[in-house]
């Protein structure tokens, strides 16, 4: 092999991996907000989201549960002491009753794994402002 067709591999190789991450993060995102809105009946989440039936998903993962201010969690929710991290919470998305029993939050779950990645990318980009981070 050459050292022109080395130089050239190289650079596709590294070409590809710059592209790989950010164009599947995207297109996991974009699924996601599909997604979410099984959710948007009780969940609100962005600047403008305000607590409803169930609480704000802003700044979601790395908080702890029961904690967002202003609602009124189930004494389940509250004393459940998990931290929204991506396992837990494609833990308790799959089974909210099963993970958290007594629970008021009514729904049955979300079973497909590629579906629960997109949603944990669509959730993720919103911080505690619920500004997108990106
Ligand atoms: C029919 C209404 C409803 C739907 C639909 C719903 N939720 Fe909930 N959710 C709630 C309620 C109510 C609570 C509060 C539970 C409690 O206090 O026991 C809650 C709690 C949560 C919590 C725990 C929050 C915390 O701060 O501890 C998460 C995470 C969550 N929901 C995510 C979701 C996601 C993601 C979806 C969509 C895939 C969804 N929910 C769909 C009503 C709903």
Not at 13 to 27: H, S
Not at 38 to 62: D, S, W, Y
Not at 70 to 75: A, F, I, L, T, V
Request: a positive charge.
């Amino acid at each position: 092999m050459g050292l022109r067709s080395m130089k050239l591999r190289t650079a596709m190789l590294a070409a590809m991996i710059m592209c790989v991450p950010a164009g599947a993060y995207a297109q996991d995102a974009a699924a996601g907000e599909k997604s979410f809105n099984k959710c948007r009946a009780c969940h609100q989440v962005g600047e403008t989201a305000k607590n409803t039936v169930g609480p704000i998903m802003n700044g979601l993962f790395g908080r702890k549960s029961g904690t967002v201010e202003g609602y009124n969690y189930s004494e389940a929710n509250k004393n459940a002491a998990l931290m929204w991290d991506e396992a837990v919470f494609a833990d308790y998305i799959k089974d909210p009753k099963g993970k958290i029993p007594g629970t008021k939050m009514v729904f049955a779950g979300i079973k497909n794994e590629q579906e629960i990645k997109d949603l944990t990318a669509f959730l993720k980009q919103f911080g505690k402002d619920g500004k997108k981070a990106n």
